[in-house]
């Protein structure tokens, strides 16, 4: 599990950075964080993080992350979009690909 603050570092360190905030009991999470998966092998041009939102709820609430699974996208270290409805990789790489 990554450090919130290492988290932090790699959303400032690079131009583009997508966050996958969940919780490890949601069964929604878990099918999601597959897609996310796949998604990461694709999108090379994004730093990638994850983060439980049970351990880290400052950064929940700082980038107002109202449920999960979420995907937050970055882009020069500002919060440009979070995803909540992850209807397939095809359509998550389409919403990453709009920042490249």
């Known amino acids: 599990m990554q450090k ?5 570092g790699m959303i400032q360190s690079n131009r583009l950075a997508a966050v996958y905030a ?3 009991l ?3 999470c878990q099918l999601a964080g597959k897609m996310v998966e796949v ?8 730093a990638w993080g994850r983060l439980d ?3 880290h709820e400052e950064f929940a609430i700082r980038y107002g992350v109202e449920s999960v699974p979420c995907l937050l996208i970055f882009q020069e270290g500002q919060l440009m ?4 409805a992850f209807q397939s990789v095809p359509y998550i ?8």
Do not use: D
């Open 22 to 24: 969940y919780t490890p």
């Open 26 to 28: 949601c069964g929604t």
């Open 4 to 8: 919130e603050q290492e988290i932090s």
């Open 39 to 46: 998604a990461e092998k694709i999108a090379r041009h994004f």
């Open 81 to 84: 979009e979070k995803i909540y």
């Open 53 to 55: 939102v049970n351990y």
């Open 93 to 100: 790489y389409e919403k990453l690909n709009q920042y490249t």
